[in-house]
């Protein structure tokens, strides 16, 4: 396993901002959603990703291709993605974060954004929610979706966790996530 036992749910994202994709593919672009490359490197999606269980040889083959970022469904890690653009708000937003819980939670960045996300563990099955705030919105990845955890984003700069990749997710209980998505509804939305 190459990244916290969590091989079963990592996936390939075509990460390169110049990758051309295939004309049969709906991709919007490179970056965000899984993808790869076909056999005429062009990039595709890779369909139904959500139910793909990946393997160890799979996770070794993609990590060769040096176009491909990684992205980690959202089965056992979920995450709070903050995508707000302004610097106050989005600070504040994670300061809130860790006074209510009273833990730093892994968080990833990039230098040329105040959007961020942290990522953490919690058992069951939850669909993603949203939360508006004034400057974007507080999004809880669930069971169905994914985000990328190595790899670089749309605007050409890679991706970064604060301290280095973490050695661990914290788990949070559900109680005490519903009280933290109940206090930021009511501060920030």
Not at 69 to 79: F, K, S, W, Y
Not at 127 to 147: D, M, N, P, S, W
Request: with cysteine.
């Amino acid at each position: 396993t190459l990244f916290l036992g969590l091989t079963p749910d990592l996936l390939p994202v075509v990460s390169n901002p110049k990758a051309i994709k295939s004309p049969d593919s709906k991709l919007q672009g490179p970056g965000k959603t899984p993808s790869r490359y076909n056999g005429d490197r062009q990039m595709v999606g890779i369909a139904k990703w959500t139910e793909k269980v990946s393997t160890d040889a799979e996770v070794a083959r993609w990590a060769k291709e040096p176009d491909y970022g990684i992205c980690l469904q959202t089965r056992t890690v979920r995450a709070l993605d903050v995508d707000v653009s302004d610097i106050t708000e989005a600070a504040a937003i994670q300061e809130f974060i860790d006074q209510r819980l009273g833990l730093s939670l892994p968080i990833r960045i990039r230098q040329n954004s105040s959007k961020f996300l942290h990522g953490f563990t919690m058992p069951g099955d939850f669909t993603k929610r949203r939360i508006k705030t004034q400057h974007g919105v507080v999004e809880f990845l669930a069971t169905g979706q994914q985000f990328v955890a190595c790899g670089t984003h749309t605007s050409g700069v890679r991706y970064e966790w604060v301290g280095g990749l973490p050695d661990e997710f914290p788990t949070l209980d559900v109680a005490e996530f519903e009280a933290l998505w109940l206090a930021l509804e009511k501060r920030f939305g």
